[in-house]
């Protein structure tokens, strides 16, 4: 039997070189002892379908079981679309033929999916591999990397769950164990991402939540509150965005504006000496896992702070003043901002008497300044942000 | 070897004009190519003649200037004297050995032994002024293929360094690398007399102290020991830091007992402390696979000892892992 299997696959490999079908796990496979039976790539390659010529896409090969993965009519690829394409293959051939390259492929379609974070989907995934065939039986095997090519495949999958930060779970250590066995390199691999996972979930003293909400509102009210140590903060909507009913091309002329302001800041612009403008600066950057929000921010300048108290680290005079509020707005013009303003002078009633002066970098780097037209016109502030201009590409998030 | 290179920093700084923000220094020994952030990716190679040295100095400068900003224009072009430039790295490296020698009898590191008994705090790194950001080397993936920029600049009023960049995730189709998207900032590893390097002793303190303001993504601190022994080169001791974003200043502190060891970018099984006594350099690394601009202010860098922190090293040794330190 074992020489028929041998010579089965030989002629198989002569049959595919003839006809031209992809077999690029044969090189391989082919060296293996006694578990060819699993490997052959037989006459039954005729049975898997050919991906089609690649007419529409010159450069790029397509690779074997691509069409799998070829997007349905109705063109939804989400979770279930991913599942039952890998749950076709399993039924194209029963010995699972070319798994490895499978798996690759559909790790490299897991982001397409949206599906690059879901465990049971990764379990999924490693259930593609045969079980109880590339565990070592004996001495010698345990010696060697017993199967290499399918020890490095489960490693790519355990180390894309640890790009993504998915934690593995039972069900995955089950598999591995099924698999490769216990003292494999995958193995290894899930022992040091339980122990390193654990130790490093909850070291972030600001812990941003995983589902970040879509209205554009509650992600604002969810940055500010994220920015703003006080506590007893109050966050205040003054605007919000206008329903979705306008066309593409109309300018969209609410946009939400969703501001903060602390009790005690409340009372430092109380008190806040009306002669000296105050800045609106911005818009910096804040960045929530992988959503970046915008705001701008309202402070005096010219404030000197005193020495440290403990630990004698001396601050010298510090030429930035208190912040007042804050606020995150769908657009940075000054239309929207003076109406954060305005809304400010509801709460704050010393604002009418201050004058406000607009510091902002737009997107293309220039600076725009003017000041509220409540007031008499205020002194143009210095022009500090030359050096920035040169970088035109992108929006210049740091103070000059 | 060592004056050759400095000769061509001499002869750099007796440039004008040049922008300091392009904060690489192309004749950086052997590792040139991991530490240039500008746009030559190739690895300079120290000229080995003296004769040949001023001009190839100067053609790969200008190369620099050329690339990095237009053509300048004649009566711009520095004096670049041999001889004067040689002259100043001799005398300056005679004042570094009369000072260490000097510095020697006052004290270790040239203060008093009271002081450094008694002391409790140490700003390490300032940032106030442009010679402050020269202790330090900006990187980014750019080495290796990538897409992501990063500068270093000073901040508002001079008060603060900023550095701010674009992170992107590209990989290059180099065929070897399959990830990418760093930027990093390291510091120069302090030199003594004749470039002989020196390292920091930090024995007496327990907790890193950084005052940051960041936009939310988070840092991560890596701490490397004297590498003077070939094998430790790629070895270095790392945390993160996570910045709150906002206009906040934060204070940050990391003690010394968190830092993991890592090997070659990877957490190696066996751990552990790190050891305070020959520290060379510290550096801040942003690789948090997410694309688009970021911006980290930093104030100072300092140590301090905190008497509240007892813990002498996080990390256990799991006998799964490494069984052989149970034994």
Redesign the interface.
Known sequence: MLARGLSRGWRGICGAALTGAPFSQVPSQVPRGLHCSVATHSSDSSLVPRPPEPLRQPAKPLSPHEELFRPAPDGARDKASFVRAVQNFGQHNVHKRGHVDFIYLALRKMRDYGVEKDLAVYNLLLDVFPKEVFRPRNVFQKIFVHYPRQQECGLAVLEQME?HGVMPNKETEFLLVQIFGRKSYPM?KF??MK??FS??KN????P?PRDLPKDPVDLAVL?LR????DLSARVTVYQTASSKDSTGTADPTQQHIVGIQSPDQQAALARHNPARPIFVEGP???????R?VYYP?Q?DLKYGRGGWDD???D??E???GP?FA?CMAGAHDQATLAKWIQGLQETNPALAQIPVIFRLTGSSGELLASSSGLEEPSPPPPQEQE?EEDHTQ??????? | MALVHKLLNGSYILRKGLKPSVAACPFLSTRSADYCSSSLQKPVATPGKASTQRTAAGGLQEDQREVALDIPSPEEKPEVSFDKAIKDEIKEHFRRLKDEIVNHWIGPEGRPLQEIILEQARVVWQFRGKEDLDKWIVTSDKTIGGKSEVFLKMGKNNQSALLYGTLSSAAPQDGENSQSGYCAMISRIPRGAFERKKSYDWSQFNTLYLRVRGDGRPWMVNIREDTDIIQKTNQMYSYFMFTRGGPYWQEVKIPFSKFFFSNQGRIRDAQFQLLLDKISSIGFTLADKVDGPFFLEIDFIGVFADPAHTEEFAYENSPVLNPRLFK
């Not at chain 1, 070291?203 to 600001?206: D, L, S």
């Not at chain 1, 992108?394 to 000059?400: I, K, T, V």
């Open positions: 790009n290894l022992v040091r122990l390193w130790r490093f070291i972030n003293p600001f941003v940055g994220h920015i703003e140590p910096f950057s804040l960045w929530l896992r992988d970046c921010i402070l630990y004698e680290f601050i010298d510090v030429e930035e912040v804050m050096e992108r929006q210049q998030q740091g103070q000059s």
